[in-house]
């Protein structure tokens, strides 16, 4: 280390100078509208700026103005760029700000979050998988001291969409990474609501990328159909997975965009910005003085379908034409 | 409460909690980053491996929070351990030692938590005062009293363990090592094992980490996977901002440590190291009161990173220097201006005016008043006794020190009093240090290829093409070097050897400055190449230039000119 000379306290000064002059104190007043309506405040706390954590915050504020009552709320954004030894900062510094809800996205800040809840303020999360495996909620039906809405992918869409496709397919391989929570829980998720769709599920964990064309061809041989779950080691291995699929005369469906881009003939996907207006509804009737615990976690069950022509053509389907008049994305 | 009560008072709960509980992370530093020079990268994964191991021991096994953390330094020590045993016992980089470690700790750490285990309903250590269901919910804001007044137990414990240690004679040794190789070698004296310190170090500081892990989780309600390198950087900026302010602890601490209260613990009132960690610990504090203040005045947090990037880069850069360079150029342009109306009487080759030099923070001047002229082709020695700067005289004229206190500076009849790069090309040096002037990496016939190479060498021409091979060749065979020595590489060359080479790389240069400074050019020599050393020096002198010799070691009679005697000046 270099001489540390006396200009410390000048540098020390100089940096929390700049730290604090850039944004002038925001203005405690509310404005207009104080003394008529109390005008309410939402704090929403993220990690960072991300596309998908974009659409759910443009999806929430387009919620939260299409509502009559509420459609003045102040939103004020609050993000830690990123660094993880900030999420409590940016939660204490949101809480100061005395919000009528705390809205987090991503399951670390909710968990953060709800560690550092005072009595009286109302907290949503958003985008959060698995809400009671992260120890936010002890039930999606009952969930406790706070509320929201989960990512989990729209997998019974998925499900549905299999069998108008493919109405005689009885067996879905499904190849997954058992290190991802994600994929491990939406393996389990599958295999729980699978024999409702009359489908058995082959699941198989790949534990080595390696091994994985040896696995694949051997799924094909005995399954009617390959999936692809919220996994994302999978989704990286997509051509590969759609192309053994593609050599033995069977098609891959997928619960994610990248995947049905790749050539999985179909999925339902999650659509962030409904997910976020949909947190705002959610956000809308605890702001209106419901408790959290009577308000369930929402699983977005609708998603957005999304078809992949090229592969339709190599597997000889035909899309039935109000599939592909719902159909959002269709690639060919 | 008035009404910027509440808020200041939140911000100072926000920034003291994280701030205690990331001191863990800068306490480590002062063992690994300060004391052992040792960037430790397996903070990273350590930090995470606290947090894994507290969560699975308090979620899955159903322990205590006491041992759960207990538990999470075990495996921080294990991951340290891990560490030093690449870094020391494989002898691979340490850099690299740390990343290995750290991607293999991702893998431990994705098994207990994939990827996240939340404490749920487990009474951990900061749990057990409140809940989700705070009992302490003031002016609409969550509170944590108990929570801080029990991590800064804990830190402050932390803190006089960690500060016995370094007072005592264990510490000594390992605080030795904050000098590299003076203090490995001072360590071998006694013999003990340098690498034994640095792997108490590794462990203990990771150990450290682990349990900052481990209360951080508690802290967020949950262990969670992705934290990448975040918590490395803000270990390392908070430790930054620490010591840049331990230099104002001076007066409390010693006020501390002189205290007759304070008098009874062993060697306290000594310790230097007392101001390190409080100053580890104020470091982490005061970072967290930064961004706690940034995101409090709604300060966009990229423009936090950015800001947080350039405060480090102003701390570790050495402003000192840059405003004496532009001093000293400043000072270059004067003389030069006042060089073009008067030329000098260009006799001799060095002429030194009334010369004074002062070390930086020395109580007293290294010499003054040295005035002497050396003429073309002459050749003189220095004398003095021990300390009187003789040394310090030629690395001046060298252009190896920026400037005199006082005086000045003529080599060929121009003022170079304030152009230490003019002297620097314009004279050679042989440092008393054999080895400084080598590549340690080149065999011997390389460093000598490298002397005599005509500067600086093109891309488009062979530096060393057929013909600078053949007059090498020549010029070796002059030397008398046997050929065994040619093809060994430098660092492997016994001190003698080395010392030789310094001379031959001197003899064999194709454009020699005309004032040649040597210090101690005897030194590590045995009879044999004492004698050839001194035929090279008179072989160098034969060509023309004039030379100073500081020579204590070995009486050789050179046809001296003169001798220029210094004495050290008194204290003052």
Not at chain 1, 197 to 215: A, Q, W
Not at chain 2, 167 to 182: M, P, Q
Not at chain 2, 187 to 195: D, E, K, L, T
């Amino acid at each position: 280390m270099p001489v540390l000379d006396r200009l410390g306290v000048v540098r020390f000064t100089l940096l929390a100078f700049a730290l604090l002059s850039t944004t002038p104190l925001q203005s405690c007043g509310d404005g207009p509208h104080s003394k008529l309506t109390p005008r309410k405040t939402i704090v929403i706390d993220y990690t960072a700026p991300h596309e998908a954590i974009n659409q759910i915050i443009s999806g929430f504020r387009r919620g939260i103005a299409s509502n009559a009552d509420f459609r003045d709320t102040n939103i004020v954004e609050m993000h830690a760029s990123g660094d993880s030894t900030q999420y409590a900062q940016v939660i204490s510094a949101s809480i100061a700000k005395h919000p009528d809800l705390l809205a987090t996205i991503t399951t670390p800040v909710a968990q953060t979050a709800l560690q550092m809840k005072p009595k009286g303020l109302n907290i949503l999360f958003l985008a959060v998988t698995d809400p009671v495996g992260a120890g936010l909620v002890p039930s999606l039906d009952r969930p406790g001291a706070i509320t929201g809405v989960s990512d989990l992918a729209p997998y019974a869409a998925v499900l549905n969409l299999i069998r108008i496709l493919r109405p005689n397919a009885r067996r879905i391989g499904m190849p997954y990474s058992p290190q991802e929570q994600p994929a491990v829980f939406g393996r389990d998720f599958i295999v729980s609501i699978a024999p409702k769709y009359g489908f058995s599920v082959d699941d198989v964990p790949v534990t080595n990328k390696d091994e994985l064309p040896t696995l694949l061809a051997t799924l094909a041989g005995r399954n009617d159909i390959l999936l692809i779950g919220s996994d994302n080691s999978m989704f990286e291995a997509a051509p590969i997975i759609v192309k053994t699929g593609i050599d033995g005369h069977i098609p891959t469906f997928a619960a994610d965009s990248t995947s049905v881009k790749a050539g999985a003939l179909g999925g339902y996907t999650i659509d962030y910005e409904l997910l976020g207006e949909t947190g705002a509804r959610q956000a809308v009737a605890l702001l209106a003085g419901k408790s959290a615990s009577d308000l369930p976690v929402i699983t977005m069950s609708e998603g957005v379908l999304e078809l992949n022509r090229t592969t339709a053509a190599e597997l000889h389907i035909q899309f039935p034409l109000e599939l592909l008049k719902k159909a959002k994305r269709i690639y060919d | 409460m008035t009404e910027w009560g509440v808020p200041v008072l939140s911000w100072a709960d926000a920034s003291i909690y994280d701030g205690l509980l990331y001191s863990f992370v800068t306490l480590s530093s002062v063992l690994t980053f300060k004391y052992i020079r040792f960037p430790d990268v397996t903070v990273a994964g350590s930090f995470v491996l606290g947090a894994a191991v507290a969560a699975f021991a308090q979620v899955r096994m159903g322990l205590d929070g006491i041992t759960a953390v207990a538990l999470a330094m075990a495996a921080g020590s294990l991951a340290g351990l891990t560490t030093s045993a690449f870094a020391l016992l494989l002898r691979i980089d340490g850099l690299l030692s740390g990343v290995l470690c750290a991607f293999m700790l991702y893998g431990v750490n994705l098994l207990m938590l994939r990827p996240t285990l939340p404490y749920g309903n487990a009474e951990t250590l900061l749990s057990s005062f409140a809940r989700t269901d705070r009992t302490i919910d003031l002016a609409g804001l969550a509170w944590h009293p108990a929570e801080i007044a029990l991590v800064f137990v804990v830190i402050a414990a932390t803190k006089l363990l960690l500060d016995a240690m370094l007072a005592s004679e264990f510490g000594l040794f390992l605080r030795a090592l904050e000098d590299d190789a003076g203090g490995a070698s001072a360590i071998r004296r006694h013999g003990a094992s340098p690498n034994f310190y640095k792997s108490f170090a590794l462990v203990a500081g990771n150990a450290l980490v682990a349990a900052g892990g481990a209360l951080v989780s508690m802290r967020e309600g949950a262990a969670t996977l992705d934290r990448g390198f975040d918590v490395l950087i803000t270990g390392i900026v908070a430790f930054i901002i620490g010591q840049q302010i331990r230099e104002f602890l001076p007066a409390i601490g010693d006020s501390f440590a002189g205290s007759r209260a304070l008098r009874f613990m062993a060697g306290l009132g000594r310790l230097r190291q007392l101001k390190v960690t409080t100053a580890a610990i104020l470091g982490s504090t005061l970072y967290f009161a930064l961004i706690a203040m940034a995101y409090r005045t709604g300060t966009p947090p990229e423009f936090v990173r950015i800001a947080i990037a350039l405060y480090v880069a102003l701390t570790v850069g050495d402003f000192k220097s840059i405003s004496q360079r532009s001093w000293l150029r400043r000072m270059q342009k004067q003389a030069s201006r006042a060089a073009k109306g008067k030329h000098f009487a260009a006799a001799g080759v060095l002429e030194v005016c009334d010369l004074a030099y002062r070390y930086p923070k020395a109580g007293r001047d290294a010499f003054t008043d040295v005035a002497f002229a050396l003429g073309r082709g002459e050749l003189a020695r220095i004398v003095g006794t021990n300390g009187s700067g003789k040394s310090t005289l030629l690395r001046l004229i060298a252009g190896l020190i920026d400037a005199p206190a006082t005086g000045r500076l003529l080599i060929d009849g121009q003022d170079l009093t304030f152009a230490p790069g003019a002297r620097l090309t314009k004279t050679a040096y042989l440092s008393q240090d054999a080895r400084g002037g080598i590549v340690q990496t080149f065999t011997v016939e390389e460093n000598l290829a490298l002397a005599n190479s005509s500067v600086p060498p093109s891309l488009l021409r062979r530096a060393l093409s057929r013909k600078t091979l053949s007059r090498l060749e020549s010029l070796i065979a002059s030397s008398g070097t046997d050929a065994g020595l040619l093809g060994k590489t430098a660092r492997d060359l016994s001190g003698g050897e080395a010392q030789l080479l310094n001379i031959l790389d001197l003899f064999i240069r194709t454009r020699l400055p005309d004032l040649i400074l040597l210090d101690e050019p005897f030194n590590n020599l045995d009879a044999q190449n004492v004698q050839r050393v001194a035929s090279l020096i008179s072989a160098i002198h034969a060509r023309g230039a004039a030379i100073l010799i500081v020579n204590h070691t070995v009486p050789v009679d050179f046809a001296y000119a003169k001798t220029i005697s210094l004495r050290p000046a008194p204290p003052q």
